[in-house]
């Protein structure tokens, strides 16, 4: 199985800044990777898809880069609707991992 | 608009069995793979188990591997899931989700809780 890991595990930040999240496989999984957003209480919420393809109704200041082992989610100004946890989460090969999760919460 | 409804969540005892369901509506359900996600209390995500658009093709976590079976039926807009032999270790909410093509997943249920205690 592909092993997903993120960094850092959390982070505290203010409104305005720029955040990255670093999301890395135990092997290469291409492009076939996707960040989601969570919130309490609620079902993830598809951010990024293909590692850099924004999905339908997310706002512009995410997001992501990569390839291979290595992927960035990129927060370009952090709005108070973004404290959540992050997940990051590889479709290359079955099953289909997430990793453990980034928390974002407000400094 | 896609909406996605899980049911059958509740306590199950160890070892035993229970069946989840998700009701879909609002899109041409046989055209998508679905796929199971599940979170334990306080966790994060863990995929479980995911199913092609015409059921033929099935795929399960190691951890559920043997014990969990995913199905779906196309003429009733409805994904399953049969969980036995179940452990506290499945102790979390479910959430059914389809599956964008590329295994990205943008519409999610509202989950069920599945509690196994005796």
Redesign the interface.
Known sequence: ?IQMTQSPSSLSASVGDRVTITCRASQSTST?L?W?Q?KPGK????LI??TSSL??GVPSRFSGSGSGTTFTLTISSLQPEDFATY?C?Q?YD????????TKVDIK | EVQLLESGGGLGQPGGSLRLSCSASGLTFSSYAMTWVRQAPGKGLEWVSAVSGPGGTTYYADSVKGRFTISRDNSKNTLYLQMNSLSAEDTAVYFCALDYGVGALPYWGQGTLVTVSS
């Open positions: 199985d076939y996707n989601y969570q079902a993830p919420k598809l898809y293909a999905q339908s997940y989460q479709t079955t099953p289909f991992t997430f990793g453990p999760g």
